[in-house]
């Protein structure tokens, strides 16, 4: 049981699936609001930030897709679960490519759903330390709670998914980061010979362009040939 009640956001119009989530999580010690299609959960995200939602992608009104794409649009982090009952690729890698957390296809078993849900509320507990809210790199602040660069120049806006894999950096200073780790722990893809890092390169590149002063010779988000990237902070 949570030592402190964590509040879940079920977001799904199925009754059945509400009655058992809902008694399932409450008996595991977590606080429940329910929404039974997007517009209302908006709305309780809006005047009760939960810790973490379990969200359908088949909603009356807006698709589960849009919900999340708003609230990360809002630079909202806390965890989004994705609920989906095609076993579609192309549903799980659009939910991840949005801002999803996870996703789990109905039907599915609690056992493994609670599990989920429980590691995705500790690695946002990481995340969310105020330690990591403002990173300094030379003339450079990174204001991660705003999703803003605060360079001499100007501010300079940061994604959702750069904030992200700027704060999976900061958990682990000076250290090399894998593209494998960023792969698994950012986008949440399962890492296999057929996930290319390219993905992460062509990123890191653009994210260079906002936080380094001379990205063409970075001092601080730098490569270690052969492993991955490392984030210089003193």
């Not at 429940?32 to 299609?37: G, R, S």
């Not at 009356?60 to 965890?79: E, H, T, Y």
């Not at 009952?85 to 939910?95: C, F, M």
């Not at 906002?210 to 990205?215: D, G, H, I, W």
Request: hydrophobic fraction near 35%; charged fraction near 30%.
């Amino acid at each position: 049981m949570p030592p402190n009640k964590q509040t879940i956001l079920i977001v799904e119009d199925e009754p059945s699936l509400i009655f058992t989530l809902k008694d399932t999580l409450e008996n595991e010690g977590y606080e429940t609001l329910i929404a039974e299609n997007g517009i209302d959960a908006l709305k309780i995200v809006d005047e009760t930030r939960p810790d973490l939602m379990i969200l359908d992608v088949m909603l009356p009104g807006i698709s589960g897709f849009d919900v999340c794409k708003k609230i990360r649009d809002k630079k909202l982090m806390f965890p989004i679960i994705i609920l989906t009952a095609r076993d579609q690729e192309i549903d799980k890698v659009t939910g991840l490519n949005i801002g999803a957390d996870d996703y789990i296809t109905k039907p599915f078993g609690v056992k493994e759903l609670l599990a989920r849900i429980q590691a995705r509320l500790r690695r946002s507990d990481n995340y969310s330390g105020k330690k990591n809210d403002m990173i300094t790199l030379g003339e450079v602040t990174l204001d991660l709670k705003e999703g803003v660069v605060r360079r001499p120049d100007g501010d300079v806006e940061l994604t959702t998914r750069e904030v992200e894999v700027i704060r999976f950096l900061a958990n682990y200073p000076n250290e090399p980061v894998t593209r494998k780790a960023l792969l698994e722990n950012v986008w949440r893809y399962e890492f296999s010979s057929n996930t290319s890092t390219r993905t992460v390169d062509v990123h890191i590149s653009k994210l260079r362009t906002k936080v380094e002063m001379r990205p063409d010779d970075p001092r601080y988000l730098v490569t270690m040939h052969g492993v991955g990237y490392m984030l210089k902070i003193s």
